[in-house]
């Protein structure tokens, strides 16, 4: 019901305006989110609506089927952006900003990843290179932005920098081999390590290194790669246990930091969920309480290969002036 309701309010807001005007209001998205996620609320019985955000939580991902038309799309990209304005890619972007307004969360980017672009592509990337080769290859289990303090902490070195997302938003214009995103919600996690594991892993003793989309900006904006010391892997909140880690940036200090690492890579085979995104539909993770991954994916870049399109929102009534580049609706530091 909620996702007949998103791509009916979607596509009369879509067939209501031209491409250009469309992607102004994208641009927007502190606007556009919550009037289309009011005119969504205006056709769901607050029953079958629930609390989208409290699901996130609990569940570490919310599946939604079709709801969007990926209609008339240009050949798949080559780069992470720009997105190409058609059809397909409006009504796309427009269900994402849809449900960030649901979860009640602002739609974001930061300003060291891919120029601070909103939205970008996931796709295979042509030549050889970091890049290309991660493009094609399995994901391990992670949380996005993974360098940046989850909310409600502050980085110990660059107090300015903002929180990494709560959720990322994943929109499927093709996935024609059936790439499976994998989401490892953290119960199942836990379950699976012993006491001691988990001790471990809610002390401060990790190291934290940016990823590989982030070095980069990371560097130009602060002026050195951010590495953050004395961090934990999960934490204990007011909202629960959330988790915080990247297979590849994540360092241990110590025999025993390490076990439970190597206890939490073992979990997360156990504890995955593998989700198949056909066109049209939208996966929202949780940035907090699940790591995702990805299954390979191979085949040659462009034409009709895979791609979606993701997008992160953030809970941000708690974001300091310094936390924002100014002049921008959405671009978070650094």
Same mark, same amino acid.
């Given at each position: 019901m909620v996702s007949g309701a998103i $791509?009916?309010?979607?596509?009369?807001? *879509?067939?209501?305006?031209?491409? @250009?005007? #469309? /992607?102004?209001?994208?641009?927007?998205? #502190?606007?556009?989110?919550?009037?289309? *996620?009011?005119?969504?609320?205006? $056709?769901?019985?607050?029953? @079958?609506?629930?609390d989208p955000w409290a699901h996130l939580h609990q569940a570490g991902f919310l599946r939604l089927m079709g709801v969007f038309d990926p209609a008339e799309l240009d050949a798949t990209p080559e780069a992470f952006f720009p997105i190409p304005s058609c059809p397909g890619t409006i009504t796309g972007r427009a269900a994402m900003l849809a449900i960030i307004g649901l979860l009640e969360l602002e739609a974001v980017s930061y300003g060291s990843e891919n120029s601070g672009e909103?939205?970008?592509n996931l796709v295979t990337l042509p030549g050889e290179g970091v890049f290309a080769d991660k493009s094609r290859k399995s994901m391990h289990?992670?949380? @996005?932005?993974?360098?940046?303090?989850? $909310?409600?902490?502050?980085?110990?070195?660059?107090?300015?920098?903002?929180?990494?997302? @709560?959720?990322? /938003?994943? *929109?499927?214009?093709?996935?024609?081999?059936?790439?499976?995103?994998i989401v490892m919600p953290v119960p199942a996690l836990v379950a699976a390590l012993t006491p001691d594991h988990v001790a471990e892993l809610k002390t401060r003793q990790f190291s934290v290194r940016s990823q590989k989309t982030f070095i980069t900006g990371t560097k130009r904006v602060l002026g050195e790669e951010l590495v953050e010391v004395d961090v934990e892997v999960l934490l204990e909140t007011g909202e629960g246990t959330w988790i915080r880690y990247s297979h590849s940036s994540v360092d241990t200090l110590g025999e025993d930091s390490e076990a439970a690492v190597e206890a939490l890579n073992a979990a997360c085979a156990g504890a995955a969920t593998h989700v198949v995104l056909q066109p049209g539909d939208l996966l929202i993770l949780s940035n907090r309480t699940a790591l995702h991954g990805r299954a390979e994916v191979g085949g040659d870049p462009g034409g009709t290969s895979r791609w979606l399109m993701r997008g992160y929102g953030l809970k941000t009534q708690e974001l300091t002036e310094a936390q924002r580049y100014a002049g921008s609706p959405h671009i978070l530091y650094p």
């Open positions: $791509r009916e309010v979607v596509s009369e807001w *879509a067939a209501a305006r031209g491409l @250009d005007a #469309a /992607c102004a209001e994208l641009a927007n998205p #502190a606007e556009l989110a919550p009037q289309l *996620a009011s005119a969504v609320r205006g $056709r769901v019985e607050p029953a @079958d609506l629930g909103l939205f970008v289990g992670h949380t @996005d932005a993974v360098s940046f303090p989850v $909310r409600g902490y502050r980085s110990a070195s660059f107090p300015n920098i903002a929180p990494s997302p @709560d959720a990322v /938003c994943l *929109a499927a214009l093709r996935n024609p081999d059936g790439v499976p995103t």
